[in-house]
């Protein structure tokens, strides 16, 4: 069979199968015919109009994580709002119940020392015209100018000025027991580095011992500052570092075993046998001397005695010099209390660091 009856077959059987199908035959269920070619401007209207709706649809989402986003903002806000308020409360209650604490620390030491009982606060409070024009009677007045050997009376002199004298007299004297800054708070007026050059003996002068105390006070809180300014001008991981704590609470040690000492400077009531090893100890170390000072130190610490601990039968005969043990220049201080052996031990510790602050021209008084 050739080529031309297969064709001719083939399109017979086609025309057979459309004449079968007939017009009208499943017209509901055929499906349109979609467009097989559509013009360039068609084309480019859908792109921009899925374009359009891809952007609506990228600025609805935006605006809905903007608003999300906002909220845990405002909320955050909010809580960080009521953490500083609390924190603003709590600081507010720590600072009143810690000023109320050394309001209370300040009386009872002010009650020690035997010192004037300090102002409340309210009467702190209190407005000058109101203090101004506070009164006193006549005899009461008169009495406490003579409790402060202040004449009574002055030649025309009349009851308000006698009370303006009485107040200028208790403004001077609350002046004069205005507590210093340092390290360790005193009512020791401070010396000036050029007169705190401390003697090599007590003078028996009641003005001149008087001094030498604020020129002790006054040296001890300079060493103070300056062992604090060194602490502080180390590297942050010094500080950090085992050691570094370690010098920084011997530091902080130091000062608190020193304000005993403070307080009977204060009172002028160190007795000698205390007040001149210390005065020794000083004044070699400010000539630099820091062998001989520790041997002071030594002296003061352990004493002279051939037993130091306490020893005194040392067997079951009477000796010659059975007698000696019981000396009291070699007794030693600092058994007699533990507060005089904290603030001594911190004398010490300063001696150390004043070695090193302020190192010796003479190598053989460097000490070990």
């Known amino acids: 069979m050739d080529f031309a009856a297969l064709m001719s077959k083939e399109i017979s059987k086609a025309k057979g199968d459309s004449k079968s199908s007939g017009p009208g035959k499943d017209k509901d269920n055929t499906p349109e015919p979609t467009k097989k070619y559509m013009r360039r401007g068609e084309v480019e209207a859908a792109r921009v109009a899925a374009y359009n709706e891809e952007q609506e649809r990228a600025e609805r989402d935006r605006q809905e994580r903007q608003a999300n986003k906002r909220k845990l903002e405002e909320d955050e806000a909010a809580r960080k709002r009521e953490r500083e308020e609390k924190k603003r409360k709590f600081a507010e209650e720590s600072k009143k119940r810690r000023e109320e604490e050394e309001e209370a620390a300040e009386r009872e030491r002010r009650r020690k020392l035997g010192l004037p009982e300090m102002p409340s606060k309210s009467d702190a409070e209190q407005t000058p015209d109101n203090a101004e024009t506070e009164d006193i009677e006549e005899d009461e007045l008169l009495a406490k100018l003579r409790e402060i050997d202040e004449p009574a009376r002055l030649f025309g002199e009349n009851h308000q000025a006698r009370l303006r004298r009485y107040r200028r007299l208790v403004q ?162 600092i058994l007699s209390d533990e507060a005089t052996r904290k603030y001594l031990q911190s004398i010490k510790r300063l001696l150390s660091f004043a070695q090193v602050r302020w190192p010796p021209e003479d190598q053989l008084q460097v000490m070990g």
């Open 172 to 333: 001077r004297a609350a002046s004069k027991q205005k507590i210093t800054d340092g390290p360790i708070p005193t009512i020791l007026e401070p010396v000036p580095g050029a007169k705190m050059i401390i003697p090599a003996k007590i003078p028996k002068e009641q003005d001149e011992r008087l001094f030498l105390l604020r020129q002790l006070g006054s040296y001890f809180n300079m060493v103070l500052s300056e062992w604090e300014l060194a602490l502080a001008k180390r590297d942050i991981s010094v500080r950090q570092s085992f050691q570094g704590k370690q010098a920084y609470n011997a530091m902080l040690q130091s000062r608190e075993n020193m304000k005993p000492l403070f307080r009977r400077l204060e009172k002028s009531d160190l007795e000698d046998g205390l007040l001149e090893p210390i005065v020794e100890i000083v004044h070699k170390a400010q000539q630099r001397k820091y062998v001989d000072a520790n041997d002071a130190y030594l002296r003061v610490s352990i004493g002279k005695a051939a037993w130091p601990i306490g020893v005194t039968m040392v067997g079951i005969h009477e000796r010659s010099a059975r007698e000696k043990l019981h000396q009291s220049d070699q007794q030693a201080h």
